[in-house]
């Protein structure tokens, strides 16, 4: 069993539409919490991280945490077919300077 | 502002030649650095990463390796090139002793032929 684990997708949505993406996670003790988007042939870019339970708004993304059910989401509302590409989860325990990363959800939003 | 620069963007190199890719970080002191290996379907997986000048941690047995001469500069090599080295690598800070975020450069893309 990977540590996380998110849907590949692709996750194809009309433009507005609210989109949720997940990860799960295994070892509980991860703490800090991060999200990524990924436009095709680029790095990784940092959208939002937090370190707690709970959520965390940023314009029209909203990050949440339940560390209960090992479980994280992103939320992006009246989505855009700019936000078309990879969302990458990423987690750390917090004892070494590395972190965990879910194999991505491909995002498509349609005109 | 903290700029991450990688080069080349691409290279296409045969099977048995040498192999260094450069990343520099500007705009901060003391970082983390990381090199990473996104290969398709796979995810992003760590190979090196270095807290300081001349500390490198492998990760991945395999046949690179880094170095990091300075401070904000951080070599990844290989002496010979094998196909299963094709791939997108992304060089990666964070603050020493900061937050756990990682700011990624925009990465290379290695054709192994």
């Known amino acids: 069993q990977k540590e996380v684990e998110q849907d590949p997708g692709p996750l194809s949505v009309p433009e507005g539409a609210i989109v949720s993406l997940n990860c799960t996670y295994s070892n509980s003790a991860f703490q800090y919490f991060m999200w990524y988007r990924q436009y095709s042939r680029k790095g990784p870019e940092l959208l939002m991280y937090?370190?707690?339970?709970g959520n965390k708004e940023d314009g029209r993304f909203t990050a949440q945490v339940d560390k209960s059910s090992k479980y994280i989401s992103l939320f992006i509302r009246d989505s855009q077919p700019s936000d078309s590409a990879t969302y990458l989860c990423?987690?750390?325990?917090?004892?070494?300077?590395?972190?965990?990363f879910g194999t991505g959800t491909r995002l498509q939003v349609t005109l | 502002s903290q700029t991450i620069h990688q080069w080349p963007a691409t290279l296409v190199q045969p099977v048995g030649s040498p192999l260094s890719l450069e990343c520099t970080v500007e705009?901060?002191?003391?970082?983390?650095l990381y090199w990473y290996r996104q290969a398709a379907g796979r995810g992003l997986q760590l190979l090196f990463y270095s807290v300081g000048i001349g500390q490198i941690s492998s990760e991945v047995p395999q046949n690179l390796s880094a170095s990091r001469p300075q401070d904000r500069q951080f070599i990844l090599s290989s002496k010979k090139l094998l196909l299963s080295d094709s791939g997108f690598y992304l060089c990666?800070?964070?603050?020493?002793?900061?937050?756990?975020?990682?700011?990624f450069g925009p990465g290379t893309r290695l054709t192994v032929t």
């Open positions: 705009g901060t002191s003391n970082p983390n």
């Open positions: 937090t370190y707690s339970s």
């Open positions: 990423a987690m750390s325990d917090g004892t070494a300077s590395k972190l965990t």
């Open positions: 990666a800070w964070s603050v020493r002793g900061g937050g756990y975020e990682q700011y």
